[in-house]
């Protein structure tokens, strides 16, 4: 099992540094919200388990603007 998905790897699931940040704030942010309502705390750190969930593609992301003017 991996400890920690390396950066290789998660670049492979995204287009940029940017979205990996992004989507892994937003997920780690779902995490912390779930861990909270529940009352039943996650064994690992939230970031951790979002970059591994991305980097076993059970979370995407999709670009909502192109970013272009």
Known sequence: MMNRPSLDELMTKVDSRYSLV??????ARVLTEEELKTNQPIKVKPVTFALK????GS???RRTRSGSK
């Open 59 to 61: 979370v995407t992301y």
């Open 53 to 56: 969930e991305i980097a076993n």
């Open 22 to 27: 992004v989507a892994a704030a937003k997920r």
